[in-house]
């Protein structure tokens, strides 16, 4: 986590959020009745402990605790005379822990119904999913056009203008990642690496970004983060889900334009249908986009951390969506009023 947006977040009352640390009720602790009975109930060892204490034994000769004892450790050591009898004693607490374990399950059950409201562990699950994704190497598909030198500088030196603009910038590299090949490669079976992709590229073609790679990486990052906020995947860019930029000069590559171009075309049905798609998944994003951007500060920072409260693992919400990001709303509202009072203080 950074620890720039883990602080910009925390000024804001908003903590990172602390997975629990190992099993929380007993049927998650104990999800095997015979193990639990076995190993709580009678004393027996586990298998694994069996298993790793006859292991260190063959092979080295020393042992790793006491002998194990089981079943069959329990039954020689069983007075023949009364075997009946202990027989009878172990079905009747075999019998009562059952009835013990039943009656945890249900109680563990009623605890989860009670827990469930608070969508903590289905929502962590969703947000690992997302980061694993973003790891993960795919062929990415666009029907936007590949971006030239020109359009490629003139968004970076616009990119700190606005989180809208941030986001332009990254949507037109992770288009040009589209275009490049970045895919791994083998040698004699074995993975060697992975091609140059946009590295590469913008070292050939467009050596003033290649300058400030890592700095050009983060807003791509912030484009993948942006679109997974909203639930959108390929063909559909970032760029096309943000506000139109009335100052923006249309150029031949222009997106919109291109779009009309395949729409009007009767030769690209593949894309012709991608981009009739994509005119949907747009208009339902609207309220999503317009969220993030209103909540954002105009930083960079400021929109990593609203990317970062909807799709990082560490910022999971206990609550509702709706309950916390109406917390987190009023916070920044707050701190926007202290900020002005005192910048009007400082020129009374």
Known sequence: MDKI??????????????????????????????????ESVMGFDSDEYRREFWREARKTGHTI???????????????????????????LAGGC???????????????????????YETERARRIRLTEERRRINKRRTINPMPGKEELLDAFRKAKNSPADMIRFGSLLEDLECYVDNSVYFKNGRLVGRRGGIRRHLEREVPELYARYKTVMKYKVLSKKFRQALGVEDPVSASSLLPKNENSMESKGDENSFRREILQSGGMDGLRSEAEAEIDVVEAGRDGVREILEACEGTIVSLAAQLAIRIDPNYTPHTSKSEYRQRLADAVSNKREAATAMHRMRHV
């Open 5 to 38: 947006i883990k602080r910009h977040l925390e000024k804001r009352g908003v903590a990172v959020t602390k997975p629990p640390q190992g099993s929380v009720t007993f049927s998650e602790r104990n999800p095997d009745f015979f193990k639990w009975f076995y």
């Open 65 to 91: 605790g006491h002998v194990p004892y089981g079943i069959r450790e329990y039954q020689r050591r069983r007075d023949t005379r009364l075997e009946g009898a202990a027989i009878a004693i172990e079905l």
């Open 97 to 119: 822990a059952l009835a013990i374990w039943l009656i945890r399950r249900i109680v563990d059950r009623h605890i989860q119904r009670l827990r469930r409201p608070s969508y």
